[in-house]
């Protein structure tokens, strides 16, 4: 059983940096694709960004040229940049152990509880 874990949410300013982290536990010899979704109050959610066991990014326009998304071996991270309120919300962290990712929640089986992101200004 894979059990997945976010970290390093918090308050940030506008136009500030924030990274969050993601474990990945429990034994696979190919690795894992991983994701990260978000989800404000009242709103769905939506996916962020993800990538897949070879590495090739995807992500949402919202926040394309802002957030990177990088992997080494069952950690996973997302580096915040340039900050906005919108961006305001719980993000959680997918996995799953399938070679291609997208950015829908069925593509990831294995999820984390989430971490809070608050942007203020």
């Known amino acids: 059983q894979v059990q997945v874990a976010e970290s390093g949410g918090g308050s940030v300013q506008v136009g500030g940096s924030l990274r969050l982290s993601c474990t990945a536990s429990g034994y696979s010899y190919r690795g894992y694709s991983m994701g990260w979704f978000r989800q404000a109050p009242g709103k769905e959610r939506e996916g962020v960004a993800c990538?897949?066991?070879?590495?090739n990014e995807h992500y949402a326009d919202s926040v394309k040229g802002r957030f990177t998304i990088s992997q080494d071996n069952a950690l996973g991270y997302l580096q915040m940049t340039s900050v906005k309120p919108e961006d305001t919300a719980t993000y959680y962290c997918?996995?799953?152990?399938?070679?291609?990712?997208?950015?829908?929640?069925?593509?990831?089986?294995?999820w984390g509880q989430g971490t809070q992101v608050t942007v203020s200004s």
């Open positions: 990538i897949d066991r070879i590495g």
């Open positions: 997918a996995a799953d152990q399938t070679m291609w990712c997208g950015l829908r929640e069925h593509n990831f089986g294995y």
